[in-house]
């Protein structure tokens, strides 16, 4: 998948994260011309939440900084296994969130409009429509809390989320970009308001600019240069079943209920719920969490009583206050970057901000389509609420 070099002691760029956002910032950066290029881990590829998750991509945001963002991300998801010469089985199949509420209904209107104005395919269908959709999903009187209406986001999918991390892996090895698995970033140099280096169990590098694309673990790497980041780590669990017959070709998403559901093309049912409510780095699953889980799934879905289930596993979630991401340089910290704040949600959005995180790089100029999620916002109160949009949908 990609050549072992040797660990050069200088680096024009040293990224930190082998996840989809630290491989897509090596490739955009090697493909603008760029050399001297590595990505260092801790662990193996794709360890951290890249490895991990439900692999839903979509751009039906609240916020119209947050969908014109999601949206290059789509459009570049669509072209991304011929980009990068490898199959990343994208799948737009469509995304339902579903409300069961009046007020929810309210606030999928609302999101409908500004995808709308925005350009996004997204509207409101109401039950006969979702059952047609979805012969699968209970759309009785039956349960609880009756599912009212959705939006309907026909872009939306599901991909292979190994398949991504390793084509952008093999793409950069390609570009000449260094891969330096099991390599852990220890300390980070500063002198004179600019970074330096970087401390690694395997030795210290020069670096000309470092990239924080370490997701959960942001916060760590901030502290290394005395950064205080805005941003918590929780656990996000998620679980497959054993493969079924096709029965579901749609992504249905519950806000309400806690819950989100999509059939993959192997047949298993890959299932997802929030974030756990705790901070913590642990990796560890619950047992309240499937018992949660499928407790609401089987509300949606009655006919999956007797399905079992194959595993449960856990990634972690760095999460702003505002549910969007932080992207950009740091004012006083000459060379450092961050791409981090990615929560629950942020494997959809690789491919962009790779792209735009290089560009920034690169020429050292902030991209206009990045320019709100600078970390400044928090300091100017001009927060970019996502949670509507991001908290259980992914
Ligand atoms: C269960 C679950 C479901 C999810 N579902 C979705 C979804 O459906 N759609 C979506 O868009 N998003 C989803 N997400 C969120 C998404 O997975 C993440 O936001 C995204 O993958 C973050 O990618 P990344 O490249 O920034 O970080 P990661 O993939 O987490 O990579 C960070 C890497 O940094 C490395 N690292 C940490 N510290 C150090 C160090 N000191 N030195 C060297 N390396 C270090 C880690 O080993 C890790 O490999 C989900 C997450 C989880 C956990």
């Not at 599901?158 to 398949?163: F, G, T």
């Not at 006919?303 to 992207?327: E, F, K």
């Not at 060379?335 to 981090?340: I, T």
Request: overall charge neutral; hydrophobic content about 40%.
């Amino acid at each position: 998948m990609w050549r072992p070099r040797p660990l050069r002691p200088r680096y024009d760029v040293v990224i930190i994260g082998a996840g989809v956002h630290g491989l897509a910032s090596a490739y955009d950066l090697a493909k603008r011309g760029v050399w001297g290029v590595v990505v260092l881990d801790k662990s193996y590829l794709g360890a951290g939440a890249s490895g991990r998750n439900t692999a839903i991509i979509r751009s039906n945001y609240r916020t119209p900084e947050g969908v014109a963002f999601y949206d290059e991300s789509v459009k570049l998801y669509e072209g991304l296994s011929a980009e990068l010469g490898y199959n990343v089985l994208f799948s737009q199949q469509g995304h339902l969130t579903l409300a069961h509420t009046d007020s929810a209904v309210n606030g999928l209107m609302v999101r409908a409009e500004i995808n709308q104005l925005c350009g996004v395919d997204s509207r409101i269908i109401w039950r006969d429509e979702i059952k047609a959709l979805v012969p699968a999903l209970d759309c009785s009187d039956r349960p609880r809390y009756p599912v009212v209406a959705a939006l309907y986001h026909p872009p939306g999918g599901i991909v292979r989320h190994d398949a991504v991390v390793w084509g952008y892996a093999r793409a950069a090895d390609r570009l000449g970009v260094g891969i330096h698995t099991f390599t852990e970033v220890t300390g980070i140099d500063v002198a004179q308001g600019r970074v330096t280096a970087v401390r690694t169990t395997q030795g210290d590098i020069q670096a000309g600019a470092v990239l924080n694309a370490t997701a959960g673990f942001c916060s760590t790497i901030a502290k290394m240069v005395g950064l205080r980041l805005p941003i918590t780590t929780h656990p996000l669990q998620a679980l497959v079943t054993e493969p079924l017959t096709a029965f579901l070709d749609k992504v249905i998403v519950s806000a309400n209920l806690h819950v989100y559901v999509s059939q993959t093309d192997r047949g298993e049912c890959v299932i997802g719920s929030e974030i756990d409510p705790y901070t913590s780095y642990s990796h560890r699953s619950t047992l309240p969490f499937l018992e949660s889980t499928a407790h609401h799934t089987l509300e949606l879905f009655p006919c999956l009583r007797h399905v079992r289930v194959l595993r449960q596993w856990a990634g972690i979630c760095d999460m702003t206050p505002d549910y969007s991401p932080i992207m950009g340089d740091v004012p006083g910290l000459r060379g450092f970057y961050l791409d981090v704040g990615w929560g629950t949600y942020g494997f959809k959005a690789g491919p962009v901000s790779g792209r735009r995180m290089a560009e920034l790089i690169a020429t050292g100029r902030t991209p206009e389509l990045i320019k709100p999620f600078s970390i400044t916002r928090f300091h100017d109160g001009r927060l970019l609420g996502e949670k509507a949009a991001a908290a259980v949908s992914h």
